[in-house]
């Protein structure tokens, strides 16, 4: 589970997990990019990534989101 507070803008570049994904936007806007299609993600707005597929994202600052990750994310010493 991870809590984000972005600060400035920002974008992540196309990338794969091998783990499902579920966001949820609390505020603000993220605009994830699957396929080169552009699906805002609202604030109350969720979306699930389903292992396997190449996303991105673009965030403007003072988004805040929750993201849920299945199976292995880290090891933890």
């Known amino acids: 589970m991870a809590f984000w507070t ?7 570049g196309e990338h794969v997990h091998d783990y499902d ?5 609390v505020q603000g806007c ?4 699957i396929n080169g299609k552009r ?3 609202n604030a109350g ?4 990534i389903a ?3 190449a996303h991105a994202g ?3 600052a003072g ?8 199976g292995h994310r880290a090891d933890r010493e």
Do not use: N
């Open 30 to 33: 993220y605009m994830l990019i």
């Open 6 to 12: 972005c600060s400035d803008d920002a974008a992540s």
């Open 63 to 70: 988004t805040r989101t929750i993201h849920a990750f299945g």
């Open 39 to 41: 699906i805002p993600i």
């Open 21 to 25: 994904e579920y966001m949820l936007v």
């Open 58 to 60: 673009e965030v403007v």
């Open 45 to 48: 707005e969720e979306y699930f």
């Open 51 to 53: 292992r396997g597929v």
